[in-house]
């Protein structure tokens, strides 16, 4: 399965330069956590990293930061870690176990913006996959019960001493 098929194509963005005090209402108007912070120019969206709740209140808030004066751009600390949307979903979990993160950035062939892949999208995938499976197993134990009827075993015994 590619990463393209399972992760949100909504993604709500912040420019470098926006100050935290905006960006964190930003992320309380879409009940969000996570923003993709962005360069943009004309028709292309860079992303340049990823901000959450959690760094705005131990980088910020916890610090005594001024959130109108701070931008998401100066929070961005770490590498940002993106996988290609024609990826596959195997390769982007490993990316995440490797880098220790539960989100990556997808972006198409010119590295554009195209999505935000999250645990959570991988989790909702393989139960459905999960579920899948299950129902295979129990419909052949359906069927095997009904091409194969349950014997008597004790008669069967018997038939085969006589």
Do not use: W, Y
């Amino acid at each position: 399965m590619k990463v393209g098929t399972v992760a949100s194509r909504v993604v709500i963005t912040a420019p470098r330069n926006m100050p935290v005090a905006s960006a964190a209402r930003l992320m309380r108007e879409h009940h969000l956590g996570t923003l993709v912070v962005i360069d943009e120019s004309g028709s292309t969206v860079q992303p340049v990293g990823l901000v959450t709740d959690r760094d705005f209140m131990m980088e910020v808030l916890a610090q005594g930061v001024d959130p109108d004066v701070v931008t998401v751009g100066d929070l961005l600390s770490r590498p940002l870690v993106t996988v290609a949307e024609e990826a596959s979903l195997v390769e982007a979990i490993h990316l995440m176990n490797r880098n220790g993160i539960r989100r990556l950035v997808v972006v198409d062939a010119a590295g554009n913006l195209a999505a935000l892949l999250s645990m959570d999208d991988i989790v909702g995938v393989l139960a459905e996959e999960l579920t899948g499976i299950s129902q295979a197993i129990e419909s052949e134990q359906r069927t095997e019960r009904r091409q194969r009827p349950a014997t008597d075993r004790r008669a069967m015994r018997s038939e085969v001493r006589t």
